[in-house]
């Protein structure tokens, strides 16, 4: 399955973006997807997560609250709708796709599928 990001972009604090995954190639549906981001100089962190049928969210305690995720399979796409962004949150963030699903309610680490990232900034 290939994975395209898109919606990035220069916020100003306080403000919103909503970042959209497009999966092609495969049946989205399938597949738990997932958001991570990476800052500079920062490794990459996980942000939210949504199960196949999107039925079960997850999210990083950093985002809770702010953040949310959503996905329409019948478009295969997935959404993460970003709020009251703060400059921490200043990142590329990417989207990732894998088959395996929630266990207890909490999303696998590690994904099988990327898309390439779509850039964040958020001044102050």
């Known amino acids: 399955v290939q994975l395209q990001a898109s919606g990035g972009g220069l916020v100003q604090a306080g403000g919103s973006l909503r970042l959209s995954c497009a999966a092609s190639g495969g049946s989205g549906s399938r597949y738990t997807m997932g958001w991570f981001r990476q800052a500079p100089g920062k490794e990459r962190e996980f942000v939210a997560a949504?199960?196949?049928?999107?039925?079960?969210?997850y999210y990083a305690g950093s985002v809770k609250g702010r953040f949310t995720i959503s996905r329409d399979n019948a478009k295969n796409t997935v959404d993460l709708q970003v709020n009251s962004l703060k400059p921490e949150d200043t990142a590329v963030y990417y989207c990732?796709?894998?088959?395996?699903?929630?266990?207890?309610?909490?999303?696998?680490?590690?994904?099988?599928?990327w898309g390439q990232g779509t850039l964040v900034t958020v001044s102050s």
């Open positions: 949504i199960s196949a049928s999107g039925d079960s969210t």
């Open positions: 990732a796709a894998d088959v395996a699903g929630f266990v207890y309610g909490v999303p696998k680490d590690e994904y099988a599928y």
